[in-house]
């Protein structure tokens, strides 16, 4: 149980839904009216200001979405000049992420340790906690403290169970993770609102192994996979162990009213996500029981309700 939601009633620093310059808490109400959600942080402000998109860096690495959450941790603090690329490049001089010319798809990929160092090259400590070391509960305390946390999990099981999976890009995202689909986007912003056409891209299939039907409007691409290929999503290795292969940028937690930890929202790169919501039930899947999970977590606060310290 969080201590400070044993008297919800007399708390002092939960806001009602909207309120966010004050407590560092605030009431999300839900269909059902006696049960809001109290959300800790800010995420609904960090997913305007952070960068959700992975990819989009002048070296054309794919694979960056730790250096993305290292940039994300800096504009957290109040370093706003801070861009994926630049982060990419001081990653490249100073030897922390992997490149490859002949696979731009891994290429940008760190290890937390690396995320640390870049982090600490720009004055934020950091440290690095295997998830053994940290739990759902202790992230969600860092988060509504202020400290950046970086989760470092593996990719779909973060994402909806079962053997379908359905994924929505606006025009913008596609532009930047689908260049060769320029014609189509053209065309898609020329449909009128509710005008549908059913499309398909050739390299969809052999990306995600599975079947594929995607549809195309003015409000973006919508894919719906279905079949046992979900599976390819996540790193396995020969003995069926589960292996961290994704970052994402913790932006904020939800609890129930009597303050047990519903789950936490991220900023998800690699799904074009400022605001993913990752369900604790999700976080066992997906990272407690996951080879190579943890965090790397600042070590003092850096910013207060969307307000930067020491910036």
Known sequence: MFEEFE??????????????SEGRFHIVETDDPENPHVVGGVPELWAERLDSVQGDNFFGMRGDCGLV??????RMAGMDHVTETSTCL???????????????EGSGGT??????RLLDRHGIESTAYDSSEANAERIAEWVEAGHGVILEHSTYLSGDAGDTLDLHYDLETMETMFPD???????????????????????????????????????????HLTGDGL???????EYGQVHADHAATVTGTVRDIDGNLLGIRVCDSGWGDGDRFISVEQLEECYTNVFGSGVVVTDAPIHMNGEALNA
């Not at 959450?69 to 800096?74: A, D, L, Q, T």
């Not at 290890?111 to 640390?116: K, L, V, Y």
């Not at 599976?231 to 290795?237: A, E, Q």
């Open 111 to 116: 290890t937390m340790e690396q995320q640390e």
């Open 69 to 74: 959450s290292v940039c994300n941790v800096e």
């Open 181 to 223: 689909t320029q014609s189509m986007i053209d065309a898609a912003r020329s449909l009128q609102d509710g005008e549908s056409i059913s499309i398909s891209i050739p390299f969809i299939p052999g990306l995600f192994g599975m079947d594929v039907s995607c549809s195309i409007s003015n409000e973006g691409l919508d894919i």
């Open 231 to 237: 599976d390819g999503f996540t790193t396995v290795d």
């Open 7 to 20: 008297e919800f009633e007399k708390m002092t620093d939960v806001e009602t839904e909207g309120e966010l």
């Open 90 to 104: 001081r990653a490249l001089l100073t030897g922390n992420c992997q490149f490859n010319i002949f696979d731009m």
